[in-house]
């Protein structure tokens, strides 16, 4: 029942947290310039890369993104001098955690895209879609949930598989928001 | 808010070709707290927005949101419909429809549920969203000039002129910078001083000048309409108020022979001293380094022959504030010279060129004052080694500059132009002499500049030689330049009997200090930042601070006086309203859960956050939280971002308000 394998047809969900100066104003300059890519990317405005919280993407995950963007300005350029700097720190650490938990990082993704690089958003949600769209659904709050019960038997000679199937496990699956 | 209006906008066929607009608005209909949707052909035009305002009345709207084209288009001509309607201006947002949906899907089906999904989103934005007032702070008007070379000086009267008090901090003993240094200027061969010196009497004796020479700027505290600024006047040894500028202290000062900086270490000067004879003030300042009296503790020759006794050893350094509304940064440039790599400078020096050991390689301000009137040899051209004019001069251009492998990649922008007219110079002074100039490009954009270089070119019998010099040596009395020309294709040997290097125009030592006490930002170079490279190139992105002249880039004199003014008038556009209205998206401190940690103060970059201590009613400490200074606050939320307990939030842009788009996904 694992994803990874499986050839997904699905439209994944991609949510992209940018940054109103630059990349906002990139893909706005891809529109102006009628470049074309996939619809699955939907847009949340931020003032600056800065303000973007980590939990913000965890609960776009949790409400069935599949794929998360966060972009901004390139160091050096941005608005508020500094704040795409304090970004990228914050997601350095942030993806360290996510990868600890067991989420897989293709999901997510940071990138400069500067207002002139049209191109360069279009390049980015399209890697980022196809690249969620080959590995799937995001299945790893289920499995996250897993695990938490797995150490509730670690040590034990419980078979892994029937407890994974359990049907108290699901229902609790089924209760995530 | 429970009474929204959605519009959904066709542009024309922009959006509709490609999403079914009516679908959309009947979607956003059945969003629960929507009170009214439909579908418009331009919701930009008058019609269009008179629909907004009537149905804001009709409906009893409480909230708007307009699906059509970019905010960055639109958001304003909407948020004033909206607030012509009696709604707050903050309450009305747009959902990107156009550029971000109709315009890059081409599918009808895909776009038409995306448009649906953003309207989603930003229904819950509008509906977490807050009135927010706009923020008043006074501006006091009076401004501060650093730097008093033709930029500073040029601000200052322009500003000084307008009405308004000027204060001009200069950290040398006189205004004037590198023009004051200047023989002739180009394009037009006028002389510098001549045009120079009386503006800066004027500045001296502007009643809205306030002059502060021998002065830095120690620290800079508050913001755009209300700075206060510490200045630290050095300690002149000599009391302006008593001077009279007489000049004896100087002639029977024993200590004689210290290089004049003004002559480029050309000329002598003593150890109590005017930097040159129009300097402003003309007011003599000790140099301590160099003076006996403080060195031995012994001489006081000066403070005897002072008939006013204006002179004062025990003078100290003394601080004041100035409380000004807006700053203007001209500090300048210096040279790169090739005998004196500077401390941290990005060029990696010039050990082919022997580099500082032949005396008789200058720089171009040297020539400058060789050429000048008032320089150390009276206008004549005389070589520094032994004092004989030379005969043939070797000119070579972009050394430092735009050498990308030495570490600097940029145009010094004013060498190609000032070589010319030292050729020119030269070639005046010295009728059977002959100048070569080594050279690569020329590059002479300006009114009148081409016709100034192709006239040294082909009048006055300057020889260009396109190619690299690749090393110079000491033969005898002269100075044997090896180099290529390349589009003969040939190695040139010159023998040569002065040498002038058009080294790279830097920014001032401690450019970089400076910025960080004005919180503005610099290049790698360590020139100041602009804003906006085309849109904003006087502002910085610091509210309230300017840019003038050679600080920002190289720069000749027209630009630094065409910017210098520039700044002025926006210096003076600060300074015509009584308050300064700024948009309200600002940080606030919910001081109940702030714990103290001062997290943010160290993430804002803007250094909009202070310490604020809560007492009880005895007065006693209770504790200490953070508070915004909404003045100052840039508004990019990191700060919010990075408090760990969720204490302080930026209006515009709320956890609530976030956290319910995200939701809706
Ligand atoms: C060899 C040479 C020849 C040139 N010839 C010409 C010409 O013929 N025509 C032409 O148009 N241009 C010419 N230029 C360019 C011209 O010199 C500059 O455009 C002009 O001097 C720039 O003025 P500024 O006020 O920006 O800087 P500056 O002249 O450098 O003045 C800056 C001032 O700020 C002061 N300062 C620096 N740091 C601080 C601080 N921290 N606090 C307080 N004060 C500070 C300095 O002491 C100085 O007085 C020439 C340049 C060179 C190098
Ligand atoms: S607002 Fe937050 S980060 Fe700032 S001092 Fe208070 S608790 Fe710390
Ligand atoms: S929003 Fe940005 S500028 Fe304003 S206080 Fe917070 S960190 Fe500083």
């Known amino acids: 029942m694992h994803a990874e394998h499986i050839k997904h047809d ?29 619809s699955n990317v939907r847009v949340l405005k931020f003032p600056c890369t800065g303000r973007i919280d980590p939990v913000f993407i965890l609960r776009a ?5 599949d794929g998360v963007l966060v972009s901004g300005c390139h160091p050096g350029d941005c608005h508020y001098m500094a704040g795409n700097f304090h970004a990228r720190r914050r997601f350095a650490a942030f993806r360290a955690l996510l990868n600890f938990v067991g989420v897989d990082l293709n999901r997510l993704q940071f990138s400069w895209v500067s207002a002139a690089e049209g191109g360069k958003w279009v390049d980015v949600v399209t890697e980022l879609t196809e690249r969620v769209r080959t590995m799937g659904p995001m299945p790893e709050f289920k499995e996250l949930e897993h695990e938490e019960q797995w150490s509730t038997f670690a040590g034990t000679s419980v078979d892994k598989s029937t407890v994974l199937n ?10 995530i928001g | 808010m429970s009474r929204i209006g959605v519009f959904v906008c066709h542009c024309g066929e922009n959006i509709s070709r490609t999403v079914d607009v009516e679908q959309v608005a009947k979607a956003a209909g059945e969003i629960p707290g929507v009170a009214y949707s439909c579908d418009y052909k331009y919701m930009c035009s008058d019609p269009g927005q008179t629909l907004l305002k009537k149905a804001v009345a009709e409906h009893k709207l409480d909230g708007v949101l307009v699906a059509a084209c970019s905010p960055r288009m639109h958001e304003k001509t909407f948020r004033k419909a909206a607030e012509a309607a009696g709604l707050n201006p903050y309450l009305c947002e747009m959902a990107n429809i156009r550029e971000h949906c109709s315009w890059v899907h081409e599918d009808r089906d895909m776009a038409t549920a995306k448009a649906k999904d953003i309207v989603k989103l930003m229904v819950e934005r509008v509906r977490k969203g807050k009135s927010l007032a706009p923020i008043t702070v006074p501006v006091t008007k009076r401004a501060l000039v650093i730097g008093g070379g033709i930029a500073g000086i040029q601000a200052a009267l322009d500003v000084a002129d307008a009405g308004h008090q000027v204060v001009l901090v200069e950290r040398d003993p006189s205004i004037g910078g590198h023009m004051a240094q200047l023989s002739e200027t180009f394009p037009t061969l006028d002389c510098s001083q001549c045009i120079m010196t009386p503006k800066m009497v004027d500045v001296a004796n502007h009643p809205n000048i306030t002059l502060y020479t021998y002065s830095e700027i120690e620290k800079v505290d508050g913001y755009i309409g209300n700075f206060q600024v510490t200045v630290k006047h050095k300690a002149r040894s000599v009391d302006e108020s008593k001077c009279t500028g007489c000049g004896v202290c ?9 290089p004049n900086e003004f002559d480029q270490g050309h000329g002598m000067r003593p150890a109590i001293y005017v930097p040159f004879p129009q300097a402003v003030p003309n007011t003599p300042v000790i140099d301590r380094e160099n003076c006996t009296m403080f060195q031995s503790g012994k001489c006081g020759v000066c403070a005897k022959v002072c008939g006013p006794g204006a002179v004062d050893y025990e ?11 807006a700053i203007v940064v001209a500090t300048g440039f210096k040279l790169y010279t090739i005998d004196r790599k500077p401390e941290g400078s990005p060029i990696q020096g010039y050990g082919e060129f022997g580099y500082g050991t032949i005396p008789d390689i200058i720089d171009g301000m040297t020539f400058e004052r060789l050429a000048s009137a008032s320089g150390p040899t009276g206008g004549k051209i005389l070589r520094p080694s032994d004092g004989k004019e030379p005969k043939q001069v070797v000119f070579i251009q972009c050394v430092g500059s735009r050498a990308r492998e030495k570490g600097i990649s940029y145009c010094s922008k004013v060498c190609c132009m000032y070589t010319a007219k030292h050729t020119m110079l030269y070639h005046h002074k010295v009728h059977d002499g002959q100048a070569y100039v080594f050279f690569m490009d020329a590059r002479t954009p300006g009114k009148g500049y081409d016709e100034f270089w192709r006239r040294a070119v082909e009048e006055e019998e300057a020889v260009y030689i396109r190619g690299m010099v690749s090393r110079m040596y000491q033969r005898g009395d002269k100075i044997v330049v090896m180099g290529s020309d390349i589009q003969v294709g040939t190695q040139v040997e010159i023998e040569a009997d002065l040498v002038v290097l058009a080294t790279a125009v830097q920014p001032q030592d401690g450019a970089d200090l400076l910025a960080q006490k004005l919180g503005i930002s610099y290049d790698k170079y360590n020139f100041y930042s602009e804003a906006h490279a085309k849109l904003k190139p006087v502002e910085c992105a610091t509210a309230g ?14 630009d630094t006086v065409s910017q210098a003014s520039a700044a002025a008038a926006k210096v003076m556009t600060l300074f015509a309203k009584d308050k300064l209205e700024r948009d309200p998206v600002v940080a606030k401190v919910n001081e109940k859960y702030c714990v103290g940690c001062f997290a943010c103060k160290k993430v804002c970059a803007y250094g909009a956050i202070e310490e604020k201590e809560i007492r009880d009613r005895q007065g006693n400490l209770v504790k200490k939280v953070a508070y915004v200074n909404p003045g100052v606050c840039g508004g990019c939320g990191t700060c919010q971002a990075t408090c760990p307990s969720k204490s302080i939030e930026l209006d515009g842009y709320t956890d609530e308000q976030i956290m319910a788009m995200i939701e809706a996904l």
């Open chain 1, 10 to 38: 699905f439209e994944p969900k991609i949510v992209a947290f940018v940054c109103t100066w630059c990349t906002y104003a990139g893909a706005d300059l891809a529109g102006t310039s009628r470049m074309q890519y996939p």
């Open chain 1, 61 to 65: 995950f949790q409400k069935g993104a």
């Open chain 2, 315 to 325: 003078q100290k350094d003394t601080l004041t504030v100035e409380d000004v509304g």
């Open chain 2, 545 to 558: 601070i300017y840019l003038a002249g050679a600080c920002q880039g190289p720069k000749d004199i027209p």
């Open chain 1, 166 to 175: 359990s049907p108290e496990l699901k229902e609790a699956y089924d209760s």
């Open chain 2, 250 to 258: 100087m002639t029977k000062c024993p200590k004689k022979k210290i």
